[in-house]
């Protein structure tokens, strides 16, 4: 191993290539759900007429590990802010505000947004024949018969779908924040500079990890889990010098065993191989782990730069993630009907989709009070009452949905 893996370099500043990695793996996100609409095989909450086995080849690349990585960012934005907070009075603020930050955009989702896409899988399926309207006073009520046949969320058929990940993000700040105040007592310090861990042996122990979780777990439980452990491991590599020169000692490695990886993943799939499932399933996991790294490999090697649209595009991820997948669903309702055939259909979809989600955005952030509904932190400086009466609301609007969270 070379000296630069000894280096000692100031992890206070900011990685811009993980900003641009979040920009980037969110916008795979979006474009992995648009080709969900037009998967053969794959279950969704709608499917288009045009669906063909050759789009889940394509998103095979991304699958195993988009989420994950994903999960690994938010573990590193959550060391660094959790790094800043010092005192009793900080610790509450940070949980307040980070919990209406998240929570609130998610009380949108549930009520106002993801309603559409139960709407359009229910008259795609011929259980409704109604205007959305007439439908959604029904959702109001959530006793409403209508719903019986349908999954369970937070409250009665009111469930987060793609929303799944804010909800278990702030679940999961909550246990890494307890971890944060266990971890900064001076008994651990020492002990916590001390440990090194080799690229090879993290990947393998990560590994093991998720052949763990797929043997022992079931359902939605393994990629709660999954996410939990790289969230995590983010967290805990945050400012580890070691771990980021690692990635760019192994830089090759790592492009190689990926590549090699997706191409035996996708000829699998395609039945090329007579392998044991087992066999499969292991070289699945690597693939997932090895994603991950190499692509904040390649971000660290290339995107390490700041310009002055990174800190909007950042900006705008979270209504992006908060609103595409009921635009895409409800553009391709819309279109189903026209029948304008496999490729003037998904065009205009994923046109739209960008398309919409911009408009909606740009409208909200120039009326700035309604920005943390959408996840957009308020630019404006508001009075003391004001603020406090902003809390307030907040608080009264979150609380319900957080004990049921909680408990």
Known sequence: MNKQLHLTTHLNNRHYFLDWLRVIAFAVLIFYHIGMLYSENWGFHFKSTYTSQYVEYFMLMFAPWRMLLIWFISGVALRFMLDKVRGVKSNFFFILNRSIFILLPLLVGLWLIVPFQLYAEMSQQSVINISYWQFYSAFLDINNEMFANYQSGVWPHVDVNHLWYLRSLWQFMLIVFLFSLFVKLPIFQPLLKLVKISLPLLASLLVIAMLLTNNYLKGDAIRETNGFIFLLIGYLLAKYAYFWASLNHYFCLLCVSFALLCIYIVMAYQNVFDLPSYVFTTLYNIQRVLGVLTMLALAQHFLNFKTSYLKTLNSWVFPFYLLH???????????????????????????????????????????????????????????????????TVSLVLVCPLALKLVF
């Open 325 to 391: 997948q009921s635009v895409l669903i409800i553009l391709c309702f819309v279109l189903q009907p026209l029948r304008l055939g496999y490729f003037i259909e998904p065009l205009l979809v994923v046109i739209g989709t960008w398309c919409v989600c911009a408009v909606i955005t740009l409208v909200v952030t120039r009326i700035d009070i309604l920005g943390p509904f959408i996840g957009i932190k308020a630019k404006n400086s508001y009075s003391k009452p004001f603020k406090l009466l902003g809390y």
